[in-house]
């Protein structure tokens, strides 16, 4: 009975403890979310004493914003899809083996391999003589200069293209309708229309005036740039590439500052392409051409000779042609049999007239 009371003395102080522990969590917790809402009100009237700060931020973040897209030039994504024939990816499949001699040469097309003939500098630099993108022109700012596809003044080169040793720019004031003045930063000078005058590190060059809408003293300005230059221009914002295996076609993006200007630019690269790949198909054809006509000259004039021999043995031997004297052998024989036989029919006839007049 004693112990019984100690448990229950026990139990009891033991209730207590654990209610005590509990009203100092409850206490600790109470005090830990004070102190957390007095730091939470500490720190918005710290920000609300510094607004200025943030609203003098923002203004600055606007107008960096608004001066980026003001007098940033734009630039556009030109995408454009090649269909290649490739027999093994499910392209396009000839028509006739005749219609592709170059497969009597073992030359099958593959998509990766032409991936790597449209990379190659050569067809690059063909697209850029053909649209003459060496040459740029643009609209004459004070802040930047934009570039535009159509200017009131068009630049010829009279010299070859690969004599531009070093790029230049050069702003073009309209003065009248025969005067336009060149300049830059380090030189300025009055030129006529349609007179050929040279361009230091450049060549000899022209300018023509276009019909354009466009009043006397506005400012425009051309860039002339080496032809190496703007085939690694061309080659750094193309990008030529497979996205899907399972088909024969090729996906060419163009990135470029006009959006036209880069159509066209795609376009003409497209038709380089094009243009090679039928010149060598031409070129293959050509030559497995010029071999078999080699091939039958050399094999008629042997038939040739082996008749002739043949021909003169006979004759020398006094032989028959064989294959008349079997024709007439044919012939002979099937009137032998056709006689016989119709005196047979006879024989049978008369017979039974013998028979008939026995009886």
Same mark, same amino acid.
């Given at each position: 009975?004693?112990?019984?009371?100690?448990?229950?003395?026990?139990?009891?102080?033991?209730?207590?403890?654990?209610?005590?522990?509990?009203?100092?969590?409850?206490?600790?917790?109470?005090e830990d979310t004070k102190s957390d809402n007095r730091d939470l009100i500490q720190f918005i009237r710290r920000l609300y004493s510094n607004w200025y700060?943030?609203?003098?931020?923002?203004?600055?973040?606007?107008?960096?914003? %608004?001066?980026?897209? $003001? %007098?940033?030039?734009?630039? %556009?994504?030109?995408?454009?899809? @090649?269909?290649?024939?490739? /027999?093994?990816?499910?392209?396009?499949?000839?028509?006739?083996?005749?219609?592709?001699?170059?497969? @009597?040469?073992?030359?099958k097309n593959s998509v990766d391999n032409e991936v790597e003939v449209l990379k190659t500098a050569d067809l690059f630099r063909e697209a850029v003589l053909a649209e003459k993108t060496y040459i740029t022109y643009f609209n004459a700012g004070q802040v930047h200069n934009a570039p535009?596809?159509?200017?009131?003044?068009?630049?010829?080169?009279?010299?070859?293209?690969d004599s531009i040793f070093d790029g230049i720019s050069l702003k073009a004031l309209l003065i009248d309708s025969k005067t336009v003045e060149l300049s830059n930063a380090d030189?300025?000078? $009055?030129?006529? %229309?349609?007179?050929?005058?040279?361009?230091?590190?450049?060549?000899?060059?022209?300018?023509?005036?276009?019909?354009?809408?466009?009043?006397?003293?506005?400012?425009?300005?051309f860039s002339i740039v080496p032809v190496r230059k703007a085939v690694g221009s061309l080659a750094e914002s193309l990008n030529i590439e497979v996205t899907n295996k399972n088909v024969s076609t090729i996906d060419l993006t163009l990135n470029h500052g006009i959006a036209q200007r880069g159509e066209q630019v795609l376009r003409t690269l497209i038709q380089k392409y094009i243009e090679r790949n039928l010149h060598d198909k031409n070129a293959v054809a050509?030559?497995?051409?010029?071999?078999?006509?080699? $091939?039958?000259?050399?094999?008629?004039?042997?038939?040739?000779?082996?008749?002739?021999?043949?021909?003169?043995?006979?004759?020398?031997? $006094?032989?028959a042609d064989i294959s008349e004297q079997s024709k007439i052998l044919l012939h002979t024989?099937?009137?032998?049999?056709?006689?016989?036989?119709?005196?047979?029919?006879? @024989?049978?006839?008369?017979?039974?007239?013998?028979?008939?007049?026995? /009886?």
């Amino acid at each position: 009975h004693s112990i019984f009371i100690q448990l229950l003395n026990l139990h009891a102080l033991t209730n207590i403890y654990m209610k005590k522990i509990n009203d100092w969590e409850d206490e600790l917790t109470f005090e830990d979310t004070k102190s957390d809402n007095r730091d939470l009100i500490q720190f918005i009237r710290r920000l609300y004493s510094n607004w200025y700060w943030f609203a003098l931020c923002a203004l600055l973040g606007f107008s960096l914003a %608004y001066l980026y897209l $003001r %007098y940033t030039n734009p630039t %556009y994504t030109i995408k454009a899809k @090649l269909l290649v024939s490739d /027999d093994k990816k499910g392209g396009m499949v000839e028509p006739s083996a005749l219609l592709d001699l170059s497969s @009597l040469m073992g030359a099958k097309n593959s998509v990766d391999n032409e991936v790597e003939v449209l990379k190659t500098a050569d067809l690059f630099r063909e697209a850029v003589l053909a649209e003459k993108t060496y040459i740029t022109y643009f609209n004459a700012g004070q802040v930047h200069n934009a570039p535009v596809m159509l200017a009131p003044i068009e630049l010829q080169l009279l010299s070859n293209p690969d004599s531009i040793f070093d790029g230049i720019s050069l702003k073009a004031l309209l003065i009248d309708s025969k005067t336009v003045e060149l300049s830059n930063a380090d030189t300025s000078f $009055r030129i006529s %229309y349609d007179r050929a005058f040279r361009l230091p590190s450049v060549g000899t060059v022209t300018l023509h005036k276009k019909e354009y809408p466009a009043a006397e003293g506005m400012t425009f300005g051309f860039s002339i740039v080496p032809v190496r230059k703007a085939v690694g221009s061309l080659a750094e914002s193309l990008n030529i590439e497979v996205t899907n295996k399972n088909v024969s076609t090729i996906d060419l993006t163009l990135n470029h500052g006009i959006a036209q200007r880069g159509e066209q630019v795609l376009r003409t690269l497209i038709q380089k392409y094009i243009e090679r790949n039928l010149h060598d198909k031409n070129a293959v054809a050509d030559s497995t051409l010029s071999f078999i006509n080699a $091939r039958l000259k050399f094999v008629t004039q042997e038939l040739a000779g082996v008749e002739n021999k043949i021909s003169g043995y006979k004759k020398n031997a $006094r032989l028959a042609d064989i294959s008349e004297q079997s024709k007439i052998l044919l012939h002979t024989s099937s009137e032998y049999s056709k006689s016989l036989a119709e005196a047979e029919t006879q @024989l049978a006839i008369l017979d039974d007239i013998s028979k008939y007049l026995k /009886d």
